[in-house]
């Protein structure tokens, strides 16, 4: 046999091999088979390192993966990456509805518990509201007088560094004074 019958063979088996994996990646998407590089090179009959190695038909079998396959009754079925999404947003869903039953369970809870509490005749007197109002005026009283005592601080630096200067000045030798 010459090198170039050898060549031809070789071209020749390499071709029926991408047919087989072609007509094995088009079957398992018409039929909702599994579309992976180890199912596909099973089906067709060839080794895996086949498909790594013709980057066409990994693109064509990452392709056909991503796609709905088509039913026999024409309708076609979800993707992977579909379905992986809606996972993914109903996780969501379902975290926001525990944080928000997490917050009314606590708000139920203090509410209840201040009932008991009320009704129990141990709770705290009515007057709650006012003193709660009381509080909230000491508070502003308190952020106004630490207002006042910061704005006494600033004149009374400024007043030492007038009369730190002032001192220099009298300090001085006559001759440097004006």
Known sequence: ?????????????SARR???VIKAINDAARTGGELSVSAIARAAGVDRTFLYRHRDLLTQ?????AEPAANPDGTHTVSRASLQ????????RARRQADRIRQLEKKLSELLGEQVWRESGLGAPDDVDQLKRRITELEQAVVDLTGRCEETEQELDAA?????????QLNAPARNRR
């Open 1 to 13: 046999m010459t090198e170039s019958a050898m060549i031809q063979g070789r071209r020749d088996d």
């Open 18 to 20: 991408r047919q087989r």
């Open 61 to 65: 079998l990452h392709t056909a993966a």
């Open 85 to 92: 999404a809606d996972l993914a947003a109903a996780h969501e």
């Open 160 to 168: 030492r560094a007038t009369n730190r200067e002032l001192m220099t």
